[in-house]
């Protein structure tokens, strides 16, 4: 039983490192806040995946007051908000290193005459609605210089805007 002892080791070793880069990211969106203490704490909680009860619980507060932040502070909202964009970025970022590992067993099952597994997998690519997946983003350096400056343009009018 030494290789499922190592396995299990194995797991739980990226287990914790999934949790400290989640933490290492709750921080970093920390850093960037003007928050009290006991929003950092919530916010901190919120960002792991728990409810606004048990967050506001952990911070000994009421969970209505979670409730207003998440309603109308705007520092805690954005705050929350790129918390938990980063926090989809990295789940996504995940995903996709995950797929060639997926489309080894995927190929392997299909090889093996699963059919089931066959249609699922040309069902997902979209084969049968006329919409197979396509990846975006261009490879042409010069599109995406300038995809950059009219988003750097956008955000611009945007706060300009916002300004107002």
């Known amino acids: 039983m030494r290789t499922r002892k190592t396995v299990d080791e194995f797991e739980q070793a990226r287990t914790q490192k999934r949790g400290d880069d989640m933490r290492r990211s709750v921080t970093n969106e920390l850093a960037q ?11 901190a909680t919120l960002l792991m995946g728990t409810s606004v009860t ?42 996709l290193a995950m797929c060639g590992q997926a489309l ?14 066959a249609l699922a997998v040309l069902k997902g690519a979209g084969v049968f609605a006329g919409d197979a997946t396509q990846i975006e983003g261009s490879s042409d350096p010069n599109e995406v210089r300038n995809e950059q400056a009219r988003r750097v343009k ?11």
């Open 104 to 117: 080894d067993v995927l190929d392997g099952a299909i090889a093996a005459g699963d059919a089931k597994v």
């Open 33 to 43: 806040a003007d928050l009290t203490a006991q929003q950092e704490a919530v916010l």
């Open 154 to 164: 956008a955000q611009e009018l945007n706060n300009l805007i916002a300004g107002i």
């Open 54 to 95: 048990a967050a506001a619980g952990d911070a000994g507060i009421a969970r209505q007051t979670v409730h207003r932040w998440l309603a109308n502070d705007a520092e805690f909202i954005a705050a929350y908000n790129r918390g938990r964009h980063e926090l989809g970025n990295s789940h996504a970022t995940r995903l």
